[in-house]
């Protein structure tokens, strides 16, 4: 096994100290505990560069990182996630040490490994997926879910898997300190024993390289595995081989790597009943998309398209595209013909009802369609109700193709169904 001995001079290179800025900048970020924005420190970008490549810290192992700062945010189906936002300094410097570190574990990581790398994906996590199950006949799954992964991750652990690669000294100090720097909620500073804070530019790595001898212990038992971050599957060709490797697994991640496996989340399950994995839910012949992910798409779009905000509908489309681009290209590999193009149908409803609520009473609509030549018996229409959005005039008022006039995408004209893409 080859080992690194000489890497701080390439981390604090001050080529390699612009690029890891470069990188920062393009996942803007807000502040940490100093209250320096992105923008901030590119507004003296020389001088902050070049205080890090000249300053005598980094190259003597004396660079102390800054706490970082606690935000909490909720998470889609309950509960709390634990963020911590380093200062853009500290930000900087860990994707310097990034920038040189990654390409030396990457080739060591396991082929189903997904989460956090370079050139892989969420799509190509759930192709392989739905190859093990339907190809191989791997049918029967163990569904693992890990409890608060990134805020268990053992230091000491973590360090000896960073440290059969590396050897320079200087390199595992600066880690250690990243990993031991502590977080400020409000006015007071909490130790930080255990774990790395989710939101850190280096954690995503960090984890990788400790859940790596996980998946390296699954790989040396012959289990078949994908895992993407701490959504993990194991597959077998029946259930009671399923149950096997869950007891198994369970053990590695919880003696040996004190890592916690969330017991309400992970079972064991089936193509058959349909596996839920990274918003998919993948069968034998067939992937959709998890309901949940569906709901919590359609609460986005009714918030982007609430009636009473008086907004222009060109504003209201700009808004909207991006986010229908979005979801679109996450969930593209699914079966999803049928299911966008309802989508579409309900989207185009409610920008309707954007535009009679606008008019505020029928007259307004009777001047628009005198504009447009449409005859009509003058009929004086609620133009603030739901069930009046759908009727023949006004899908002649406010046609497919005005809204296309307008800008707004279609998700019917996007090929769906592309699993095969990604095998």
Known sequence: MKKWYSL??????????????????????????????????NEALETNIEFLHENEKLKTNTYEPDPVRRVEIEKPDGGIRLLGVPTVKDRVVQQAIVNIIEPIYEPTFHPSSYGYRPNHSPQQAVAKAERFMNRYGLTEVVDMDLSKCFDTLDHEILMRA??????????????RKFLKSGVMQSDRFIETEVGSCQGGVI????????????DQKMKGKGLRIVRYADDILIFAKDKQTAGNYKAYATK????????????????????REGVTFLGFVIYAKYLVINPKRIKRFKDKIRNITRRNAGRPLEKVIKE????????????????????????????????????????????????????????????????????????????????????????????????????????
């Open 8 to 41: 701080i001079d390439k981390i604090y290179r001050k080529e390699n100290l612009e690029l890891a800025f470069r990188k920062v900048k393009r996942n803007h970020g807000a502040p940490g505990i100093d209250g320096e924005t992105v923008l901030d420190f």
């Open 162 to 175: 960073v440290a059969e690669r590396i050897s320079d000294g200087k390199v595992l100090g600066l880690l």
């Open 203 to 214: 954690s995503p790595l960090l984890s990788n390289i400790y859940l790596n001898q996980f």
């Open 252 to 271: 590695v991640l919880e003696q040996e790597l004190k890592l916690k496996v969330n017991e309400t989340k992970t079972r064991l399950t089936s193509v």
């Open 320 to 423: 909207l595209n991006p986010v229908l681009r979005g979801w679109l290209n996450y969930y593209r590999i699914a079966n999803i013909k049928s299911l966008i193009t309802e989508m579409m149908s309900w989207i185009r409803r409610r920008l309707r009802m954007i535009k009679m609520k606008q008019w505020k009473t029928y007259k307004a609509m009777h001047k628009a369609m005198r504009k447009q030549g449409i005859k009509g018996s003058g009929e004086k229409m609620a133009v603030t109700k739901w069930k009046n959005s759908n009727v023949h005039v006004i899908h002649m008022l406010l046609s497919n193709q005005y809204f296309e006039d307008l800008g707004l995408i279609d998700l019917g004209q996007y090929k769906v169904g592309l699993l095969s893409n990604y095998y």
